[in-house]
């Protein structure tokens, strides 16, 4: 018996029933719909104003995706995880900060700046990897406690003032040093004078991520920790090194985005982190209805990051006023997520 | 007893998840002033008639009769207003450990519907001493929950549900975390409660404890009603109910060579698995299927865990093909060759989010990776596609997420995951349930056509399901060895006789083969 091959498609006594056509719109909605609003809204945005099509303006839709875009890639490891990462914004803000302090103030050689900083985003997610696996505080509270601490700690160096160069410190001694031109040239430059660095940047971190996360063992071990940590336990994933792992990607991407944002204003601003949180964590979530694969993936994050970023864009050029964009933002994430919840839950 | 009137009655009660038949025409009545128990393995359908019966499933099949009317519960508060109050398994949720004791006695005063905003703590003070004197509770009743031995919450969660004056006392499992002398503090409050005439239903895997109080007990198997027994009943009867009687004939392919004279595949030598425990010496054959069976808690799982390198042994040794083997962790286990299907499918093996493929292969990932750690998907798909046919997993492809697959088939799935690779020794622990009878089948024969000269264990409480596949079959009571027969020559009585003796009695081990 066993040798015979029972394989049928849509076989209807096992439950996999034949599907209508009402089902087969929905679930071509679920997973096409996202990307078809954006594409109406691009083409309605560009009908209202041609000025939107503009490569100029593609290129600044993009470019003001990057800095939390790179976060929401960062932060797609915990939320694979089925854990969160609410630090991201500060360890971004704490990079700025570190990135100015070194180079500005301690005349540090850009190079080394990145890797400091770099390295201490990473150790920040090693805290709370150790904080959440070992000592076992839950993923939100450990977080949401670095958050406030690493805050409090980018303030400390300059004394809660912001640098740039020519800066008087708090010891009344005034900044000798300023930023590398290669530092720069990661926010404010060009490739071939075309493409901006900081986009580039965003596009290879993406690459990264999704291949890690989508094409190789290791992602498929942080998705099987995610869906059913004892079941991944039991076919021999080490889920411990493999959560603290998501904390320590997720504390170096973020620390990478500060960077990035560091080159971009060209001075410690003591004010950078602002939304970065939301933004980023808002993307990310946004991400889930992209294809309506309802888990992080890092091709819905880059797609909602960027669709913030347009949606915020185009309604600029109709004249929004500033103050509503977080509205805006809200709405799109409750209703993208609705629409993939709710039309999905339907079916089981 | 029977002259009275069952004060609720259930009847044809049936219930189906998705493709899974859990109950099917099971009928019972509860008197007043009886201990009714109800037995039966894992996943035997147990839970689900209890959560019919306090109004959690109102989709089921049959009727509820209470007091000589017909109900059908929408919701628990329904059943709750009814007359069925029941104390849950994990004791813990049934108290509110940040609140003190009599806040918890006095818990539907306090949260029930129609309270005035604030309440009078003397009032609610006085109604908890009320509630605790019902069961003969004595407790500070300031004291908060949280400092409380477990059996103490357990009087609590008890003296409230009988507080609304329940017809019928529903208790899941209530000593499986009370020591002797708690379950025995807990037997005196039930003995009283009989003669106050409160119908009490008893769930339990303890037989003697049941033997001790039941009145009547009544065996839940595969779903189905497997007998109502009444006093005075044997342990070996409830049992005998509960795994089964031996079949005819049980037909397997290929079994019946005499594995006597084969080589020792796995060898146990004075395993000592809990700190105090029982040695255990045990050897398994090339190419024999053992059966390893006993209730539940005798040790049969903690063995297979020390095994699967999830739990250190105290001592001895772990010998596999001659060579001493002690895995240290999990990882380390798989790379030794020893694999190991959990039981509960549903919590330990199906990682719902992943596909067939991606289930079947989720241990062996590095198998199928090149250029470093990417995934070869399509050789995965090839693999995943051959265990497909030749396990007979009925699903749409091996991209079909496991959800759309029915009980049966995702077994085999996770059973194909662990028969993807080379092992040494592969253990299934309750593989079969929940698992109907086709797909246990095929499961058992493709277990057997390919197990070639390496060894399995498959773990189960059901006596059929051991011997439908095993060649040798051993029991565990106890954490000891308690005996061992083949497959040829089973001894039924005797098989019963060790699954069922009290724990005090077994001592020495015996064969017979």
Known sequence: MSDQPRVQPEVAEDGVSRRSTGERFKRFAIRYGFLIVMAILMIVFGMVNPVFWNPANLFSIL?????????????????????????????????????????????????????????????????????????????????????????????????????????????????????ADYFLFLGQGRIFGIVPTAVMIMIIVAILVFVTLSLTRWGRVFYAIGSNSEAARLVGAKVDQYRLAAYVVSGTIAALGGIVLAARVGRGDVQSGGTLLLDSIGSALIGFAVLGVRKPNPFGTIVGAVFISMLLNGLTMMNMPYYVQDFVKGVVLVSALAFTFGLSKAKA | MSESRPVIEVRDIGKSFGATRALDGVSVEFYPGEILAMVGANGAGKSTLIKIICGYHADHEGTIVVGGQEVRFHSPKHAYDAGIATVHQIINQGVVQSM??????????????????????????????????????????????????????????????????????????????????????LFEVLERLRKTGVSILYV???????????????????????????????????????????????????????RSGDQVQLELRDLVVEPGGPAVNLTVRKGEVLGLTGLIGAGKSELAQVLFGMRPPVSGEILINGRSVRPKSIGDAIRKGVFYVPEDRANNAVIPMFTVRQNMTAPFLRVFQRFGAIMNVSAEQQRAREMIRSMGVKCESEEAEMDSL????????????????????????????????????????????????????????????????????????????????????????????????????????????
Not at chain 1, 85 to 111: C, H, K, P, R
Not at chain 2, 134 to 141: K, R
Not at chain 2, 220 to 248: H, W
């Open chain 2, 100 to 185: 003190s004791v009599y806040e918890n006695l006095t818990l539907a005063e306090l949260l029930g519907p129609g309270q005035k905003p604030f309440y009078d703590k003397r009032m609610l003070r006085q109604r908890a001493a009320e509630v605790a004197a019902t069961i003969g509770l004595s407790v500070d009743l300031d004291e908060p929950v949280s400092d409380l031995s477990q059996s103490e919450r357990q009087m609590i969660a008890i003296a409230r549900a009988l507080a609304s004056q329940p017809k019928l006392l529903i208790l899941d499992e209530p000593t499986s975390s009370l020591s002797d002398k708690e379950a025995d503090r």
């Open chain 2, 204 to 258: 339990s895997h303890r037989l003697h404890e049941i033997s001790r109080i039941a009145d009547r007990v009544v065996v839940i198997r595969d779903g189905k009603l497997a007998g109502v027994l009444s006093r005075p009943f044997e342990v070996k009867q409830v049992v005998t109910a509960m795994v089964g009687e031996l079949p005819k004939h049980a037909h397997v392919a290929s079994r019946g060579a005499d």
């Open chain 2, 406 to 513: 029915s009980g049966g088939n995702q077994q085999k799935v996770i059973v194909a995951r662990w028969l993807l690779e080379q092992y040494e020794l592969v253990i299934l622990d309750e593989p079969f349930q929940g698992v109907d009878i086709r797909s246990r089948h095929d499961i058992g024969v493709y277990l057997r056509e390919n197990i070639a000269d390496r060894a399995a264990i498959v773990i189960a409480t059901d006596l059929d399901e051991v011997i439908e596949v095993a060649d040798r079959i051993v029991v565990m009571n106890a954490g000891r060895i308690r005996g061992e027969q083949d497959y040829r020559n089973l001894d039924r009585d005797q098989l019963l006789h060790w699954v069922s003796e009290e724990p005090e009695e077994v001592t020495t081990e015996e064969v017979s083969v």
């Open chain 1, 63 to 179: 470019l003001g995706a990057t800095v939390y875009g790179i976060l929401a890639l960062g932060v797609t490891f915990p939320l694979v995880i089925d854990g969160l990462d609410l630090s991201i914004g500060s360890v971004a803000a704490l990079s700025v900060m570190i990135s100015a302090y070194l180079m500005v103030v301690l005349e540090v050689n850009g190079f080394v700046t990145i890797l400091i900083a770099l390295f201490l985003g990473a150790f920040i997610g090693f805290i709370n990897g150790v904080l959440i696996v070992r000592v076992k505080i839950p993923d939100l509270l450990a977080t949401l406690g670095m958050m406030f601490l690493v805050q409090g700690l980018q303030l400390i160096p300059s004394g809660g003032r912001s640098i740039g160069r020519g800066a008087v410190l708090s010891g009344g001694v005034t900044a000798r040093g300023q930023f």
